[in-house]
Nanobody
Framework: VQLVESGGGLVQPGGSLRLSCAAS????????VNWYRQAPGKERESVAG????????NYADSVKGRFTITRDNAKNTVYLQMNSLKPEDTAVYFC?????????????WGQGTQVTVSS
């Protein structure tokens, strides 16, 4: 089982990045996916989420209108398009895949990708 994030980097304020989360080793299309981020000295926070079929998305207030989460189940990949980036978006971004069944919730996590917004 693997979740591998990519696409992070250094970008100037106002710029854009697209993060990818590639899954393998499990039935990705049965899992919802969330993007979380954690800035130095802060708790991990949820940024965006998408249901297994992609029909429903949700966003933190701080990123609404700037970030877009999508998924391509044929490619076992979820994307986070980040526009109008701000310095406060600087963090390590993590991908989380989850499913809830009769025996409880199961989660998989990626290793994270660093996003730095700075001039």
């Amino acid at each position: 089982v693997q979740l591998v994030e990519s696409g992070g980097g250094l970008v100037q304020p106002g710029g854009s990045l697209r993060l990818s989360c590639a899954a393998s080793g499990f039935t990705f299309s049965s899992y919802g996916v969330n993007w979380y981020r954690q800035a130095p000295g802060k708790e991990r926070e949820s940024v965006a989420g998408i249901t297994s079929a992609g029909g429903t998305t949700n966003y933190a207030d701080s990123v609404k209108g700037r970030f877009t989460i999508t998924r391509d189940n044929a490619k076992n990949t979820v994307y986070l398009q980040m526009n109008s980036l701000k310095p406060e978006d600087t963090a390590v971004y993590f991908c989380n895949a989850y499913t809830v069944g009769w025996s409880g919730r199961f989660d998989y996590w990626g290793q994270g990708t660093q996003v730095t917004v700075s001039s």
